[in-house]
Nanobody, 115 residues
Framework: VQLVESGGGLVQPGGSLRLSCAAS????????VRWYRQAPGKEREFVAS????????NYADSVKGRFTISRDNAKNTVYLQMNSLIPEDTAEYYC?????????WGQGTQVTVSS
């Protein structure tokens, strides 16, 4: 079982990044998927989620209108499109897949927004 995040990096304020969360070893399409982030010295916080099977999305107020979560079950992948990035978005971003009591986490990908 694996969840692997990718797509992080250094970007200037106002820029964009697309994070990917690729799953293997389980029936990904049946799982609700969430993105979380954790900045240095802060608690991990919810960013966005997408449900299964209806694909209903939900966002933290801090990213609403700037971030978009989507999923491609054929590719076992969830995406987080991040636009209009601001320095406060700097954090390690984690993917989480959950169904009932089963809970998987990725290792994280670093996003740094700085000029």
């Amino acid at each position: 079982v694996q969840l692997v995040e990718s797509g992080g990096g250094l970007v200037q304020p106002g820029g964009s990044l697309r994070l990917s969360c690729a799953a293997s070893g389980f029936t990904f399409s049946r799982y609700h998927v969430r993105w979380y982030r954790q900045a240095p010295g802060k608690e991990r916080e919810f960013v966005a989620s997408i449900s299964s099977p209806l694909g209903i999305t939900n966002y933290a107020d801090s990213v609403k209108g700037r971030f978009t979560i989507s999923r491609d079950n054929a590719k076992n992948t969830v995406y987080l499109q991040m636009n209009s990035l601001i320095p406060e978005d700097t954090a390690e971003y984690y993917c989480n897949a959950k169904q009932a009591t089963v809970d998987y986490w990725g290792q994280g990908t670093q996003v740094t927004v700085s000029s």
